[in-house]
């Protein structure tokens, strides 16, 4: 078992509609949760974090962490062209170390 | 304006030469990271430093390495020994004082193919 997974394959969305993404991680001990955006060619960059249980609302992202369950999810509500990028989940591991831990991504194509 | 610099942003290597990718930061950050990509994966830690003189292997270290004589350097250099060097190396730091944030700082990225 992977230590973080986003199994979706490619997400197509309207332009306007919400785009929803899931990750799930396998260390029940893991403490911190992450959404990197990362367009094209680019560097990955932190548009989301979150530390408890329950919803954190930025904008237009939604990120919910649910701890019993092992899964962490991102919302981008009103999905714009510029949303259209690969979304990489990542876990903190070790504690006091730093360490992420990164899904695959999965790519989010916004349709206008 | 403070950042991390990579360079080169590509690279060609025949097989079975040795490589050095540059990472310099102006952020007076202590942890620095090397990170590799492949098409449609996620980031993989080769190399990790949370101070000068100290580094840690990762989770794919094998065929790679690297020093840290400075703070401001972390150099990662590709051996003979990877056997599948071609990929998108991304190399980040992390703020002083941020805990357990996460919030990575990254490159550019150097993209090396081997030939």
């Known amino acids: 078992q992977k230590e973080v997974e986003q199994n979706s394959g490619p997400l197509s969305v309207p332009e306007g509609a919400i785009a929803s993404l899931n990750c799930t991680y396998s260390?029940?001990?893991?403490?911190?949760f992450f959404w990197y955006r990362q367009y094209s060619g680019k560097s990955p960059e932190l548009i989301m974090s979150?530390?408890?249980?329950g919803d954190k609302e930025d904008g237009r992202f939604t990120a919910q962490l649910n701890k019993a369950s092992q899964y962490v999810s991102l919302l981008i509500r009103d999905s714009q062209p510029s949303d259209s990028a690969t979304y990489l989940c990542a876990v903190l591991r070790y504690y006091g170390n730093n360490r992420l831990a990164f899904g695959k991504g999965n790519q989010v194509v916004v349709i206008p | 304006d403070g950042g991390i610099t990579q360079s080169p942003k590509y690279l060609f290597r025949k097989e079975g030469q040795n490589v050095t990718l540059s990472c310099e930061q102006n952020?007076?950050?202590?942890?620095m990271y090397w990170y590799r990509q492949d098409p449609g994966q996620g980031l993989r830690l080769i190399y990790y430093s949370q101070i000068v003189n100290d580094f840690q292997k990762g989770d794919i270290a094998e065929g790679y390495s690297v020093s840290r004589e400075k703070k401001e350097s972390f150099p990662l250099t590709v051996t003979s020994a990877q056997k599948n060097p071609t990929a998108f190396y991304l190399c980040a730091s992390l703020p002083p004082g941020s805990g357990n944030t996460g919030e990575l700082f990254f490159g550019e990225g150097s993209r090396l193919t081997v030939l």
């Open positions: 952020l007076n950050h202590d942890a």
């Open positions: 979150i530390y408890s249980n």
């Open positions: 260390d029940r001990g893991s403490q911190s």
